[in-house]
């Protein structure tokens, strides 16, 4: 979604499915994934430091979204998760 432009969908639907996970079935791992591909520059990918980088997608995103970063980071507060 992110791709696309759409920054703050992309937001949107990774609160709803960490808000949807109320017992915690998703792994730490695969929420640190979710929050990074939602929070992160694009170039940066969820999959690091394994890949450290995503060359062709480095540049400026949008600030919109705010209110969606901040329920995510509530997410990664709650779930300790270090991203």
């Known amino acids: 979604m992110r791709l696309l432009g759409l920054e703050k969908t992309a937001r949107t639907f990774t609160v709803a499915l960490l808000d949807a996970d109320t ?3 998703s792994s730490a791992n695969s929420a640190r994934f979710w929050c990074r591909a939602a929070l992160w520059p694009l170039s940066k990918p969820p ?3 394994r890949d450290p980088e995503v060359i062709w997608l480095s540049g400026t995103e ?3 979204g705010h209110e969606e ?4 980071e ?3 507060s709650r779930r300790r998760l270090s991203i």
Request: proline share 6%; net charge negative.
């Open 69 to 72: 970063r901040q329920a995510l």
């Open 62 to 64: 949008g600030e919109d």
């Open 23 to 25: 017992d915690n079935i």
């Open 47 to 49: 999959s690091f430091p």
């Open 74 to 76: 509530h997410h990664i």
